[in-house]
């Protein structure tokens, strides 16, 4: 699962700056040029496509989460194992949940702030105080940028963690299924996997 999260907060991260340095490209959006006009719609339309990118990664690994949770409290319940494994598993997620909630809505404010940035928005918003529309929305585009990779990080490292709490309770079903006779269960993807219940003595 790292690898492929890897892979997709990689690319997300690249749309993101791209999207960013396709903004830095515009220049003057209130000029009625059509090369003006061109470059803004490919950086509204990429970045665009780069938030709705980036939620995805973000939902993918909420999905994850729950998927293992449901998993391991199955598994844990057929096999009588410790509730510290469920245990480490909820503290992994609930901790990242608040992270990955902010990064929602800062993303969410980045397009929104691009929007009403377009001189041709009906919203009518000039910036705030001495910053121009532009400028604002630019500061807000950095702060979700970085939070954005920070929260990454932290998904990558409680992945990683949740993979190994994962892997621990597949070798007590392994060691437990051994002990009574029963086959040993394949190296296949833990949400796959459907426990059976141990057979009573």
Not at 16 to 30: E, K, M, P, T
Not at 165 to 185: F, P, T, W
């Amino acid at each position: 699962m790292t690898r492929i999260f890897t892979t997709l907060a990689v690319c997300s991260t690249g749309l993101l700056l791209a999207a960013l340095w396709l903004g830095f490209q515009i220049g003057d959006a209130s000029l009625r040029s059509a090369a003006v006009q061109a470059r803004f719609s490919m950086h509204f339309l990429t970045g665009m496509g780069s938030l709705v990118f980036a939620l995805l990664v973000h939902a993918l690994v909420v999905t994850y989460f729950m998927g293992t949770g449901r998993w391991l409290e199955e598994t844990c319940s057929a096999y009588r194992l410790s509730a510290s494994w469920q245990t480490g598993s909820k503290n992994l997620k609930w901790r990242l949940y608040p992270a990955i909630v902010t990064s929602f809505l800062l993303l969410i404010l980045a397009g929104a702030s691009g929007g009403a940035a377009d001189p041709a928005s009906p919203v009518g918003f000039k910036g705030w105080g001495s910053l121009t529309a532009a400028e604002v929305h630019l500061i807000v585009v950095g702060l979700a940028l970085a939070v954005n990779m920070g929260v990454n990080t932290a998904e990558y490292v409680a992945l990683s963690r949740n993979g190994r709490l994962v892997n621990g309770v597949l070798q007590e079903v392994r060691r437990i299924r051994q002990e009574r006779g029963l086959d040993v269960i394949p190296n296949s993807h833990p949400p796959r996997y459907q426990p059976e219940a141990p057979a009573r003595e």
